[in-house]
């Protein structure tokens, strides 16, 4: 019977660990092709060139055409859903009525459960030629179009993940707002959002890892030009829509092309695990600070 | 006075604007909505479920994908869901406040966050090259699984959470066993929960294009795969691969697609819904 229970619990553990070595795993493969990939092309050139063709006659390994285009979709997706994102929040959260709050919620996040592949055919087929309409110089391929819908699709993380943090609030210090005579408003910027503003900030940094790491509406919808310019409306290359190129070709096990991919997962990997790891930092801050 | 006027204003227009916001949000889910049924909806019939893809876009349908999808997603849950589910066991109940729960803690919360591009190149390094079964269906089977264990297990550890202390706390008086008292008492009440998040995972999961691409998911599968060992596509594939052709006709096979898509997404979610919000009036 004791036996039985120890082999239990190890064969649970096992399960457990499983994650642990996928964590391994993931740093494991994404270094061992990157050193691979560095052996061959320097790493101040990586950092420093301003043109990235790999699968060109004449190659170029500059990531920063990569990083700005990724830095591109992602700051125009955020400059769309943090404004709405947070007003939301705040509506929900102080003016709507409780029943509202209830189904309006919910209604909010379907936005996020739709596959990023149909807001990639959305982006593409719908909103690229209606911003043609107002823009008419916008080329078929763009970041603007991409970042838009993307920034339609992290919504309901800025604003839920808002609410609940200003949900969480003690009632006692919105009262008292009230007791002074402040408006909602007013209640809202000066108590509310600060009280709650590390829940707002991880809501903020999840969702900017959430942009950076985003695939196929750039892959679908952006272009697959690596080009190192902050122009919305010409063609970009994302690191992801780059992996996604490179796959959907058949660049051979252990030609330089196929390393690439590595080397930009890497650099993926080291901005959202940077960007979640001071989220978690600052949850953790938070946590503290309300026991 | 004219101070207070001044806020009220400001504090009604606040309100208008996220009245509005909120509504924008509902409106371009209704304009997507509309615009992909209004493209597509003359494709979807019997005929585009059991079609082949075609190289012709009026021919091309649906079938082989949604088998690929109906096979990734049935190993899918073989593996995922006994891995997730005793992860989340062990964590909420046999984990001591140690330095190595902690650690499994914090590297499920950053699995969670790591875009599913990057299991894709996991996979692709791994099962694909080092274990040897090319761009299978196991190897997208066993992406996937990876790629949704920290929803699952995160989904379990609220749901055994919510458990009431008393009914363990009975169950070990009558002399049950800790994994007696957990198999017959803790999971049968959190199942509700456990449940729901492992339906959302998967409508997670049959939604997820990137990491099969780098896995080696096929654009064009002309055939029904008769193994684990054989290549596939899936129903985002298609839809993307049908996307990015300059044929006008391939993206109205596309916004079909994405009506079939969009249909197993919502009705997965609606179910996950259900469950969720039965386990939590039973709980209570």
């Given at each position: 019977?004791?036996?039985?229970?120890?082999?239990?619990?190890?064969?649970?553990?096992?399960?457990?660990?499983?994650?642990?070595?996928?964590?391994?795993?993931?740093?494991?493969?994404?270094?061992?092709?990157?050193?691979?990939?560095?052996?061959?092309?320097?790493?101040?050139?990586?950092?420093?060139?301003?043109?990235?063709?790999?699968?060109?006659?004449?190659?170029?390994?500059?990531?920063?055409?990569?990083?700005?285009?990724?830095?591109?979709?992602?700051?125009?997706?955020?400059?769309?859903?943090?404004?709405?994102?947070?007003?939301?929040?705040?509506?929900?959260?102080?003016?709507?009525?409780?029943?509202?709050?209830?189904?309006?919620?919910?209604?909010?996040?379907?936005?996020?459960?739709?596959?990023?592949?149909?807001?990639?055919?959305?982006?593409?087929?719908?909103?690229?030629?209606?911003?043609?309409?107002?823009?008419?110089?916008?080329?078929?391929?763009?970041?603007?179009?991409?970042?838009?819908?993307?920034?339609?699709?992290?919504?309901?993380?800025?604003?839920?993940?808002?609410?609940?943090?200003?949900?969480a609030v003690p009632?006692?210090?919105?009262?008292?707002?009230?007791?002074?005579?402040?408006?909602?408003?007013?209640?809202?910027?000066?108590?509310?959002?600060?009280?709650?503003?590390s829940g707002?900030?991880?809501?903020?940094?999840?969702?900017?890892?959430?942009?950076?790491?985003?695939?196929?509406?750039?892959?679908?919808?952006?272009?697959?030009?690596?080009?190192?310019?902050?122009?919305?409306?010409?063609?970009?290359?994302?690191?992801?829509?780059?992996?996604?190129?490179?796959?959907?070709?058949?660049?051979?096990?252990?030609?330089?092309?196929?390393?690439?991919?590595?080397?930009?997962?890497?650099?993926?990997?080291?901005?959202?695990?940077?960007?979640?790891?001071?989220?978690?930092?600052?949850k953790k801050k938070y946590q503290e600070k309300y026991e | 006075?004219?101070?207070?006027?001044?806020?009220?204003?400001?504090?009604?227009?606040?309100?208008?604007?996220?009245?509005?916001?909120?509504?924008?949000?509902?409106?371009?889910?209704?304009?997507?909505?509309?615009?992909?049924?209004?493209?597509?909806?003359?494709?979807?019939?019997?005929?585009?479920?059991?079609?082949?893809?075609?190289?012709?876009?009026?021919?091309?349908?649906?079938?082989?994908?949604?088998?690929?999808?109906?096979?990734?997603?049935?190993?899918?849950?073989?593996?995922?869901?006994?891995?997730?589910?005793?992860?989340?066991?062990?964590?909420?109940?046999?984990?001591?406040k140690?330095?190595?729960?902690?650690?499994?803690?914090?590297?499920?919360?950053?699995?969670?966050?790591?875009?599913?591009?990057?299991?894709?190149?996991?996979?692709?390094?791994?099962?694909?090259?080092?274990?040897?079964?090319?761009?299978?269906?196991?190897?997208?089977?066993?992406?996937?699984?990876?790629?949704?264990?920290?929803?699952?297990?995160?989904?379990?550890?609220?749901?055994?959470?919510?458990?009431?202390?008393?009914?363990?706390?009975?169950?070990?008086?009558?002399?049950?066993?800790?994994?007696?008292?957990?198999?017959?008492?803790?999971?049968?009440?959190?199942?509700?929960?456990?449940?729901?998040?492992?339906?959302?995972?998967?409508?997670?999961?049959?939604?997820?294009?990137?990491?099969?691409?780098?896995?080696?998911?096929?654009?064009?599968?002309?055939?029904?795969?008769?193994?684990?060992?054989?290549?596939?596509?899936?129903?985002?594939?298609?839809?993307?691969?049908?996307?990015?052709?300059?044929?006008?006709?391939?993206?109205?096979?596309?916004?079909?697609?994405?009506?079939?898509?969009?249909?197993?997404?919502?009705?997965?979610?609606?179910?996950?819904?259900?469950?969720?919000?039965?386990?939590?009036?039973?709980?209570?």
């Open positions: 019977m004791k036996l039985k229970e120890k082999i239990i619990e190890a064969l649970l553990f096992l399960c457990a660990s499983i994650t642990i070595l996928t964590t391994i795993g993931i740093i494991i493969i994404l270094l061992y092709e990157s050193i691979s990939f560095f052996k061959n092309v320097s790493i101040f050139e990586f950092f420093t060139d301003t043109q990235w063709t790999p699968l060109f006659s004449e190659q170029h390994f500059g990531i920063l055409s990569l990083v700005s285009g990724t830095f591109l979709t992602s700051a125009i997706a955020i400059a769309v859903a943090l404004p709405i994102g947070l007003t939301i929040a705040i509506y929900l959260n102080m003016y709507a009525p409780k029943g509202l709050r209830k189904s309006l919620k919910p209604l909010l996040e379907i936005l996020a459960a739709i596959p990023t592949v149909v807001y990639g055919f959305f982006a593409l087929t719908i909103v690229t030629p209606f911003l043609q309409t107002i823009y008419p110089d916008l080329e078929t391929f763009n970041s603007l179009s991409a970042g838009l819908v993307m920034g339609i699709m992290i919504i309901p993380f800025i604003s839920s993940l808002s609410e609940d943090a200003l949900y009632k006692s210090l919105k009262e008292a707002a009230f007791g002074m005579g402040s408006t909602r408003f007013q209640t809202s910027i000066k108590v509310m959002v600060p009280a709650a503003s707002i900030i991880v809501s903020v940094i999840l969702a900017i890892s959430r942009a950076i790491g985003e695939t196929m509406i750039v892959a679908i919808a952006a272009g697959q030009q690596a080009q190192l310019s902050l122009n919305p409306t010409i063609p970009t290359q994302t690191i992801t829509s780059y992996i996604v190129q490179v796959s959907m070709g058949d660049a051979p096990q252990g030609s330089i092309e196929y390393k690439t991919i590595f080397a930009a997962g890497l650099t993926l990997f080291l901005f959202t695990f940077s960007l979640n790891t001071f989220s978690f930092w600052i | 006075m004219n101070n207070l006027k001044k806020n009220k204003i400001i504090d009604s227009s606040f309100k208008t604007l996220g009245i509005f916001f909120t509504l924008l949000g509902v409106v371009i889910l209704i304009i997507l909505l509309y615009n992909i049924i209004k493209v597509g909806y003359s494709r979807v019939n019997w005929e585009f479920l059991t079609s082949l893809p075609s190289r012709k876009p009026e021919n091309a349908g649906i079938y082989t994908a949604i088998i690929g999808t109906l096979d990734l997603m049935l190993l899918t849950i073989i593996f995922a869901i006994p891995v997730g589910v005793g992860a989340g066991l062990y964590l909420e109940e046999y984990a001591h140690s330095r190595l729960s902690r650690l499994l803690e914090i590297n499920i919360a950053n699995l969670a966050g790591v875009p599913s591009i990057i299991y894709g190149l996991l996979g692709l390094g791994i099962f694909v090259r080092f274990f040897g079964f090319g761009g299978s269906i196991l190897a997208g089977a066993l992406t996937m699984s990876l790629l949704i264990l920290p929803i699952i297990i995160v989904a379990t550890r609220e749901a055994i959470k919510a458990v009431p202390s008393s009914l363990k706390e009975a169950s070990f008086a009558l002399g049950a066993s800790k994994w007696q008292t957990l198999s017959k008492v803790v999971l049968p009440s959190s199942f509700g929960g456990i449940l729901t998040g492992i339906i959302l995972s998967l409508s997670r999961a049959i939604g997820e294009t990137a990491p099969l691409i780098v896995v080696g998911a096929m654009a064009y599968v002309p055939f029904v795969p008769h193994s684990i060992f054989d290549t596939f596509s899936v129903l985002p594939m298609q839809i993307f691969t049908w996307t990015t052709r300059p044929q006008a006709g391939f993206a109205i096979a596309a916004a079909g697609a994405i009506i079939i898509l969009l249909v197993i997404t919502f009705v997965m979610n609606g179910i996950a819904v259900y469950f969720r919000n039965k386990w939590q009036s039973k709980l209570q």
